[in-house]
Every structure is written in C-alpha cells, then in structure tokens.
C-alpha cells in the first residue's frame, strides 16, 4: 500500500519555515572572523534537515539549493573556511530565496527559475573561492605518493549499512536511502536477512535488514556522507573505498557482513578494521540529538509562511481543556438527573448545579482562548534582519533591543499587527535615529538604541517602539499642518495634539523622499489598523532624546468588553475601550452650529454630538431631548463626540460575529453578538462611525482598496 506524502506536506513547510527563522536570527548573531560551534551547528542543522525533507517530498529544486548552502555551512563549522561578512550576507540573502521557493512550492505557484540560478550561482561563487580558506600552501600537510596513486586508482565504495531497529519509528526509510546510492553510480547490493526474528518475536515497527553494498562510480566522499547524514545517529555505517588493484573485494565484504544478530548494537567486526572508515563525527556529544529529539522538540518561532495556517499548542493547555470538558459533563449529567424527577425541594441543588455550570463554562472558555495565545515573538522575530538590513543600507550603527518576547496574544492580532509594527520600526530607524557623526556630535554613543517591549496591562497588551533617536520636530510638523490647512496659525494645541497630525492621510515632513519612508503613506493606515483590532496608538516624544509609539491592543478579538445601551427597542454595544466617561447634558452645555450639527462643552473643549437614532433610522426612540438621554462621550481616530442613546444597561463580555462573512459590511458596526435572551445586539465601530459622520467614509474605503 502507498502513502499518499501530500497528508504530510503541511507539516513539512511549518517546520522549514521555522528552519528558516533559526538560521536567519543565528546568521544575524554571527561575528565575521568568529565561530560558535553552538551557533553554526544550529544553522546547519536547520539547512540539513531542509535538504532532507525537500528531497524526501520530491521538492528537488529546494533540495539542490539547500545542498549549496549546506556544504558552505559545513566548511565553516568544520574550521575550513572562516567566516566573512559577504558570506553572511550571501547566506542570508539566500535565506530569502529559500523562503519564497518554500511559498512558492507550498501555494503551487511558478517559481521564478532564473532569480534561483541566480543567486544559487552566487553561493557557489563564494563556496569556489579559496581566498577564505583556513589551509593555506606553507601549512598543507604534504600527500603520499602511494596514498595519491591509490586514490587515483579507486573504483567505487564498499558500504555496510546495517539501520537500528527503531530506524522506521523515526519517518526515516532505509530504502530512500537506497535509492539515492543508486542515483549516484552502479550500486549492488546484497540484503542480509540474519536478523529476522521467529513470527513470535517479530515486531511490526522493528526494522531487521541490513545491506552490503558496492557502489561503482567517480563518486565523491562528500556525497556520501551527505546521504547518510540524514540518519547518521540511527545506523551503524562503514565506508571504505575500493580499488581497482584489490584482488578480492569479498574478502573484506565477508569480514564484515559476518557479526550475528547478537552482535548488531555493537561495533562492526572484520579483519581489515584499518580500512574502515567511518562516517566522521562532525558536532559535539552535547549537539549530536537524535532526529527524533529534533522533531520532538517544539520550537515556537514566528513563521511567516504559516500564519493562519495552523498553531502548535503546548500540551498543557490541551490537557487543561480536556480536564474543563470533562467537568462540564459531570456537571450535564446531575443537571439531567435532576431534571427526570424535579421537585421544589430539588432547587438549591439546580441552583448549585447552574452556579457550577457558569463557572466550568467561564473555565472553558478561557482555556479555550489559551489555546489561541501566541508569543509575540512570532511577530518580533522579523525586525532583527529588517534592522540589519536597512541600518546597513542607511550606514547608520543601530542596536535592537526586544523585550517581553514571550507576551502571549490572540493568534488573529499576531498576523494582524505585524505589517503595522514593520512600518513603524521603518520610521525609527529613517526618522528618529541619527547618523553616527549627528550623534557623536550631540554628546550621544554613534550606535542608536530601538526597543521592541510587550507586556500585559489589564485586559489588554501593550506594545511599545522606542528609540533614542532625534525626537519629533514639533515646529516642523505645526508648519506643515498650517500650510496643509488642517489647523489655523492661532490654535492652542498640546504638544501630544501636534504629535497626533502625523496619522493624518498624506502627513509628511521629510525633505528628501527615499524607498524607506518619505511619502506621507502609512502612518494613517497604521491607525486605521489598529483601530480596525480595537486597539488605540499614542506618540511620546522629546526633542534629542527621542520618540515612543506605544500601541494598546485587546488580548482576543473573538471576546469584547463592552458597555450595553439602548435606543428605542434596539440594543447595542459600545467597546469599552472606546469609552471616556458618561455623562448627562444640561440645556447650557449644548451649543447648535448652523448647518453643522450639535456640539457640547467638555473640559474647555466642543465636541460633536451624533444621535444613534437619526443614525440608524429608529423612529421611536425613548428620548429626543438631549436633556432626557445619555451621552457616551468616546474616542477614535484621535477624535472625540458624544454618543446620545437613551439608557445604559450594563457591563459585559460579549462573543463576536463577523457581519462581513455572515452578511456584508456595514459602515459604523464592527460586528454582531447574542445577548443572554437570545436577541441580537450590534457592535459599534466607533471609528468608522466618525468617519461616516464627517463624510470621510468614501476616503477610507480607498485606503484600504
């Protein structure tokens, strides 16, 4: 019976793209001139078990390229080769193209054949060049004349390859393993059957066949060891090269297919032990885990390619569901008995019964969204090779600092936040870092500092990007907004309310326009983003010390703090997060603008006032005199207005339903829920709502067209 790989492919590219991330980040830590067995190992590992995995799926071309950077890779952690930073960079650049090849192949997409052979040509490039190499003529050791006629003279090699029982449990396939020896040359090969218990001592995931194998051909030691490297540490192996001169290759053979069964954990016998050359140890006891270690081991990075594909979840967590599951049918099953032969006398014990069913489902509910919690470093993860990039484009000297890497969040804000944060940390290292002669001159060290931090505030997390930057320049950005018309020369704003001008669609105060930032595009969208999650977005800057954007999102987005209102017979919810205060109006307060609407005072400042029932269309509401209701004074968009409605209800976690997969989108309402009476009650989008208010709604669906 065949097996169907393609079940398996998923699983494949998860586990590359984690690959990928471990040997960018150790590429990124790497030092020219230095090497970290511990560092290099991990990479090369990483590379390795890609060409293994890509060869095993039939991904041929991901398997060529990675064999590439693979023996690269294997000079330096051998000592051969020292490590150099256009290495480093060539490796890195070659992380990318791995990355879109993977993509490309996972989405069943063209592959751009001539970009690979580019950049495939480039690595050999540096792997052909010697002038890195650690030998050097004055310290070669000088070649037997015997031992050089000898290798001219050799034919092909004499294998014994005898796999450990548990080879199969592992994935691995001796007969892969076969076939690639054959691609190689003429291999022959004789199967030793020794080992085969009796039916009574068989067992099914056992495996008992070794080989004897010649293998004729110009083959290289290298190429072997590439084969066999794949199950190294589950295979006793011996390789030895054969001659043209060697009267009776069987002699050697026989010597070493003799052991029996008994023998097969122990080393390999013969006569002619000073031929056998083993496959060489080439990492540490300490780095030498088995392949099944390796895929034992759940290694949370970020990966790109994977999001919202699937999650790994610690097994904690699913035994903790498993554990509130079973105490809600515990719970579901005293419910139904008391319910085949209720009596009044029966209600404290329904009543404790309710209150256990309340608090298993509360429990369920949060492990449920435990399972859904995500380190931040799967977002985190991409900046350090973005900082190096840029900063090196940029000659500018900037170290990253991250911080609460392992703050968990929703898995939706995790894919969510990612592009938001890329263009910010864009702006920090273009905009608020300066180049080292600026800051030496300033009494600053030449190398700039930008932090990543994350950490858990209420029910929310709290993102913020530091830096040590020149700070915002408030008199430049107060001109720009003059000349733009969007405040008047005599306006008395805060320094934090200048600050906010930049999210406007557009706002720009660089001089010179360059592929990082320049053109005024995005800072609005990344307010609208973060909005659009129920988040909010505030800038702290001062000048020559530099700036902070620090980001407030909710932990979930399928969860939702909210303040219920009424208006009329409808019913909705107001996020919590948008709210500022309540309060109720008094005649003298509101202030109607010809034209314009209804404004109110608050703390020296007008607002607007938008009344939910003109908004929505309903007819009857409870109250029409702005001096009868309530008004719900909220924030979005940096903006404030009051909400009239005509009563507040209450506080409440609500579940929520998309509109725009169970209906269509509606401008102002982010979503639906189901109250506890079963009715349903629309979600505000307070953003949107004040968008729709000042008519900008059509500007907003361009933006995110």
Same mark, same amino acid.
């Given at each position: 019976m065949s097996i169907d790989m393609a079940q398996f492919h998923q699983v494949f590219f998860e586990e590359s793209f984690e690959g990928l991330d471990i040997m960018e980040n150790g590429l990124l830590n790497m030092d020219p001139g230095t090497i970290d067995d511990e560092e290099i190992n991990a990479i090369f590992r990483a590379a390795h078990s890609i060409k293994g995995g890509s060869g095993t799926f039939g991904f041929s071309d991901i398997s060529r390229f990675t064999h590439v950077m693979e023996t690269l890779l294997d000079e330096m952690r051998d000592g051969r080769r020292t490590i150099t930073a256009d290495a480093i960079d060539v490796l890195l650049r070659s992380v990318d193209v791995l990355r879109e090849m993977l993509s490309v192949t996972r989405d069943n997409r063209e592959l751009d054949g001539q970009k690979v052979q580019a950049h495939k040509a480039e690595l050999e490039k540096v792997l052909h060049d010697k002038s890195d190499a650690v030998l050097s003529a004055s310290n070669a050791q000088p070649v037997d004349v015997e031992d050089k006629v000898s290798a001219v003279q050799q034919v092909g090699w004499h294998i014994v390859f005898r796999p450990l029982p548990q080879i199969m449990r592992t994935g691995n396939d001796p007969l892969r393993i076969l076939r690639e020896l054959a691609d190689l040359g003429e291999l022959e090969a004789d199967c030793d059957l020794s080992a085969l218990p009796s039916w009574s001592g068989y067992e099914a995931e056992d495996f008992y066949l070794s080989w004897d194998l010649h293998l004729y051909g110009d083959i290289s030691r290298a190429a072997l060891d590439d084969i066999f490297a794949w199950i190294e540490d589950e295979c006793e192996l011996a390789v030895m090269p054969m001659h043209a001169e060697t009267p009776e290759r069987s002699a050697v053979c026989g010597a070493l297919s003799e052991p029996s069964g008994n023998d097969r954990n122990g080393a390999v016998k013969g006569t002619e032990l000073q031929e056998v050359t083993p496959v060489p140890e080439r990492r540490s006891g300490q780095d030498r885990r088995s392949k099944q270690d390796r895929r034992g081991s759940d290694r949370r990075k970020p990966s790109a390619g994977s999001a919202g594909s699937s999650i790994r979840v610690d097994?904690?967590?699913?035994?903790? #569901?498993?554990?509130?599951? =079973?105490?809600?049918?515990?719970?579901?099953?005293?419910? /139904? !008995? !008391?319910?085949?032969?209720?009596? #009044?006398?029966?209600?404290?014990?329904?009543?404790?019964? !309710?209150?256990?069913?309340? *608090?298993?489902? *509360?429990?369920?509910q949060e492990s449920v969204m435990q399972v859904r919690m995500l380190p931040i470093s799967f977002t985190f993860s991409r900046f350090p090779r973005l900082v190096h990039d840029l900063s090196s484009k940029m000659g500018k000297k900037i170290d990253l600092q991250m911080t609460g890497e392992n703050t968990e969040v929703d898995k939706t804000v995790i894919?969510?936040? =990612?592009? %938001?944060?890329?263009?910010?940390? *864009?702006? /920090?290292?273009?905009?608020?870092?300066?180049? %080292? +002669? +600026? *800051?030496?001159?300033? =009494?600053?060290q030449e190398t700039g500092i930008i932090t990543l931090n994350a950490f858990h505030k209420g029910g929310n997390i709290v993102i913020e990007i530091r830096d040590d930057g020149r700070g915002l320049n408030r008199d430049k950005i107060e001109k720009k907004a003059v000349e733009r018309d969007l405040i008047s020369p005599e306006h008395n704003l805060s320094d934090r309310q200048i600050y906010e001008l930049i999210f406007q669609a557009g706002f720009s105060t660089a001089d010179v326009v360059s592929d990082v930032s320049g053109r005024g595009v995005g800072m609005d969208v990344v307010r609208k983003n973060i909005n659009e999650l129920g988040g909010s977005i505030e800038i702290e800057s001062a000048t020559g010390k530099g700036s902070a954007i620090i980001i407030r999102l909710p932990l979930t987005l399928a969860i939702l703090d909210g303040q219920t209102v009424t208006v009329g017979n409808e019913t909705y919810i107001v996020p919590l997060v948008s709210i500022i205060e309540s309060i109720q109006l008094k005649e003298a307060q509101i202030k109607r603008v010809g034209g314009r609407g209804e404004t109110f005072k608050l703390r020296d400042e007008y607002l607007p006032i938008l009344r939910l029932h003109d908004l929505f269309g309903i007819a009857k509401p409870n109250a029409t005199r702005l001096d009868e209701g309530l008004l719900v004074v909220v924030e979005g968009d940096g903006r404030h207005c009051g909400l009239f409605v005509d009563e507040l209800l209450g506080q409440q976690q609500v579940v929520i339903k998309s509109l725009e997969a169970n209906y269509q989108r509606v401008v102002g309402i982010s979503g639906a829920t189901i109250l506890g009476d079963g009715s349903v009650s629309l979600i505000l989008d307070i953003p949107g709502l004040l968008r729709l208010v000042n008519n900008q709604d059509a500007d907003g669906l361009r933006e995110s067209a």
């Open positions: 097994i904690s967590k699913i035994d903790s #569901l498993i554990n509130m599951v =079973g105490e809600l049918v515990i719970t579901q099953s005293m419910l /139904s !008995l !008391l319910g085949e032969d209720f009596s #009044l006398d029966k209600l404290e014990r329904l009543k404790d019964g !309710l209150s256990q069913l309340e *608090r298993h489902t *509360r429990e369920l894919e969510k936040i =990612g592009d %938001p944060l890329v263009h910010l940390v *864009r702006n /920090s290292l273009d905009h608020g870092i300066e180049m %080292p +002669e +600026e *800051r030496l001159a300033a =009494g600053k």
